[in-house]
């Protein structure tokens, strides 16, 4: 994005933690996938099971492609898990359908942070492609300071930054949620739900550098918006 100049070293610390992250999903993920659960119990099962626990009757759980596919669709209001956590009896396997769940949960009972995304991703959606393009045609077209269109594009990637924002919250209450019903319920004992909290927590550090990366992008764009002034 843009000429070099020196806000580029501002990328350099997100992206060192997005790797990081990525490594540590890689690395939890990989091995808590191959150590089963006492129970035998599978994340589809899990799954299902929490959510009649909680009387939530009307989202069925699906089986979907991919690794580390998995999510909870809102609007369809329909549970979907990768063919590796959805028949899988792993301690990877049940942290995840469980923080799935957890979303499912978060949207049965009203969570609020849940519903402020909703409302703001429609903002976010259209920023996320909108935001650069915006910003790059004012930045070189406009010789006598700042222009229209630079300030459109700050707000409009503001909107999607706020949008990874509020996400952090959601997706820490969804594994909270999920580590404590998996206990609970007694579906890990206390060992294996230490092997569950390390695959989410290294899921929830991914979020971290996305939003870490998105504000340095924010940062980028208002300062070099006012090397125009």
């Not at 996938?33 to 799954?47: D, L, N």
């Not at 206990?183 to 927590?201: C, D, F, H, Q, T």
């Amino acid at each position: 994005m843009f000429i070099w100049d020196y806000t580029w070293f501002f990328l350099i610390p997100p992206l060192i933690l997005a790797l990081y992250a990525q490594a540590k999903v890689r690395g939890a993920y990989g091995r808590y996938s191959r150590v089963a659960a006492s129970t035998r119990i599978t994340g589809a099962e899990v799954a299902a099971r929490l959510l009649s626990d909680a009387g939530v009757r009307d989202v069925p759980v699906e089986k979907v492609p991919g690794q580390l596919s998995d999510h909870y669709d809102p609007r369809k209001r329909v549970l979907r898990l990768s063919e590796g956590v959805y028949g899988s009896h792993s301690l990877a396997a049940l942290g995840i359908a469980a923080h799935e769940t957890g979303h499912a949960l978060q949207h049965h009972t009203g969570y609020a942070p849940l519903a402020l995304r909703g409302v703001i991703y429609p903002l976010a959606n259209i920023g996320s492609f909108l935001a650069f393009p915006l910003f790059l045609v004012g930045f070189f077209f406009s010789q006598k300071g700042p222009s229209l269109l630079m300030d459109l594009g700050i707000l409009l990637y503001a909107g999607a930054v706020t949008f990874t924002v509020v996400t952090l919250p959601v997706e820490f209450n969804a594994s909270k949620r999920a580590l404590v019903l998996l206990r609970e319920r007694g579906y890990l004992n206390g060992e294996e739900i230490m092997g569950a909290r390390k695959v989410l927590s290294a899921a929830a550090l991914t979020y971290v550098a996305s939003t870490a990366m998105a504000v340095m992008q924010l940062l980028r764009m208002i300062i070099l918006r006012g090397s125009r002034d």
